[in-house]
């Protein structure tokens, strides 16, 4: 590649990957880093982002890294730990292949796994209408695991802006036709997010990605993860037209920021199917419901459905693999936004 690659934050090249080393302890989603990774990517390099093994990466900033193919590499006395796969390379460049040729280390507990977070996803659609106003799977969402609305909101971290649905549909309206936000709140627990809004030939899509911190793992927690499906139930009363959704838990820190090398497992709770996506896979929610717990939500004419997967007698990864293989298997769990089955054994 002969390309020529400048930029501010750009340390040096090795092969393909275009590297940028801090020493902040906290990486967040930054102006700078929102260009680099658009900036670097664009010009067909993988930006590579070095830290030192303790630094933290807001969810934000992590999420983004993920969805633009940028890889977050901590830098060792030995070379590099791959924070994809926990190996360890010598060279940047074997990054290319670190799973077959790299050395694992092993994983360590991210730091204070003493709060269970839920992590979720959601797509909605909207018409491309001037009376259409976004935002409202944030105020759901946030008040539904939170008991609060978003806080604030902004196009890179930190979220400054006072949240207000009007301002950030507006905001939307003069960046389109794709456009990226962070969204913070929680009150006195955490609540991030980040959206992203673009047209379509349809309509406009709002995508919104987050967590929330929703209680202790020392505690009996099984009352709420049970109630975390009707999250979904209230959202899909709330909006006109969901497309996907989904809701999982996991242990975690007492922020939502990622440590490189936390192993903590993560479990489906539940999915949403929305009523487009009801439709184009023929589900007959009537027989389906005989199979599964269905929720229905929504409108009746077109309504969502909601599956949990919360049976305490089986394991959530399995009862989610049940529901998929009805629907059709793995390329239905892609379509429909449902996190990826756990490659090793011991699943529940």
Known sequence: MTTTVQHPLLDFL??????????????????????????????????????????????????????????????????????????????????????????????????????????????????????TKLGGALDSLATSLTGWGPSGWGLYEPAALAWNRDEYTDAARRLMPECRFVVSGGGSTSFQATTLVRRTTKGVEETVSGGAIIGMTSSDNSEIITQLPNMLVELANALPMPVIGTISVRAGGRSLAANARASNATFPVAGLIGPRAVRDLGINIDEFSRRFPVVTAGRKRLPSMVVPFTDPGQGSWQQMRDVLEALGGENIRHALGFPPMPSVGGVR
């Open 14 to 131: 090795e092969g393909t990957f275009a590297c940028m080393e801090t020493k902040a302890k906290v990486v967040f989603f930054s102006e700078g880093l929102a260009d680099f990774l658009k900036h670097i990517g664009a010009l067909g390099y993988t930006p590579v982002i070095i830290t030192s093994p303790d630094a933290t990466m807001t969810f934000a900033a992590r999420y983004v890294l993920e969805t633009a193919g940028a890889i977050w590499i901590n830098r060792l006395e030995n070379g590099f730990l791959d924070t994809r796969n926990g190996f360890v390379v010598t060279r940047i460049a074997s990054l290319a292949d670190s799973s077959s040729t790299g050395h694992p280390t092993g994983t360590s507990d991210v730091e204070d796994p003493a709060y269970l977070q839920a992590v979720f996803g959601v797509t909605v659609h909207h018409p491309a209408a001037e009376n």
